[in-house]
T-cell receptor, first 114, second 115 residues
Framework: NAGVTQTPKFQVLKTGQSMTLQCAQD?????MSWYRQDPGMGLRLIHY???????DQGEVPNGYNVSRSTTEDFPLRLLSAAPSQTSVYFC?????????????FGQGTRLTVV | AQTVTQSQPEMSVQEAETVTLSCTYD???????LFWYKQPPSRQMILVIR??????QNATENRFSVNFQKAAKSFSLKISDSQLGDAAMYFC????????????FGKGTSLLVTP
């Protein structure tokens, strides 16, 4: 059982480049989300999804796109990277209400934009 | 905007002692869940303890317990018999349905454990 898998673990981009951060889960979770973690700021929600084909914006969505074509995958796209997007990115998944409300996190991706 | 407040950016505790990390939150929802997550230097996010808002009884997990005061919107974490391995960043968070059960995090408290 792999849980939540994020790739890559580290990435350096030049300003203006685009890239996709991959996130996959094998727990058949409906809910998936992306967060960014900056020093002194905790984790802030970028986008989330409540199921295949359904996504919505979180607190800091600008500069990021998402899609959810399958239950398992929830990629995060940076359209034109900026130094302000230098951060650690986490993907998480969970069931909804009920007993299994724990969110499972990937190992994170450290992204540096130069 | 973040609506979870952790007023202690850093805390220190001696091994075997008890420490309490504070957290307050603000939500108008009646149904929500509260969590404490631990993040060691490996940056892995580890669930420490969770509390359903409709449950009045405070959750306990081994050396970790919470003091949940719903009316005051307070959710503090108590760590008893602190161990060196407890040193980490601790995040308080809540989840509500309207944001797809995504987590709202506080800014975190860095816990140092001294021998």
């Amino acid at each position: 059982n792999a849980g939540v898998t994020q790739t890559p673990k580290f990435q350096v981009l030049k300003t203006g480049q685009s890239m996709t951060l991959q996130c996959a889960q094998d727990m058949n979770h409906e809910y998936m989300s992306w967060y960014r973690q900056d020093p002194g700021m905790g984790l802030r929600l970028i986008h989330y999804s409540v199921g295949a084909g359904i996504t919505d914006q979180g607190e800091v969505p600008n500069g990021y796109n998402v899609s959810r074509s399958t239950t398992e995958d929830f990629p995060l796209r940076l359209l034109s990277a900026a130094p302000s997007q230098t951060s650690v990115y986490f993907c998480a998944s969970s069931y909804g209400a009920g007993m299994n409300t724990e969110a499972f996190f990937g190992q994170g991706t450290r992204l540096t934009v130069v | 905007a973040q609506t979870v407040t952790q007023s202690q950016p850093e805390m220190s505790v001696q091994e075997a002692e008890t420490v309490t990390l504070s957290c307050t939150y603000d939500t108008s929802e009646s149904d929500y869940y509260l969590f404490w997550y631990k993040q060691p230097p490996s940056r892995q996010m580890i669930l420490v303890i969770r509390q359903e808002a409709y449950k009045q009884q405070n959750a306990t997990e081994n050396r970790f317990s919470v003091n949940f005061q719903k009316a005051a919107k307070s959710f503090s974490l108590k760590i008893s018999d602190s161990q060196l391995g407890d040193a980490a960043m601790y995040f308080c968070a809540y989840r509500v349905f309207h944001s797809g059960y995504a987590l709202n995090f506080g800014k975190g408290t860095s816990l140092l454990v001294t021998p």
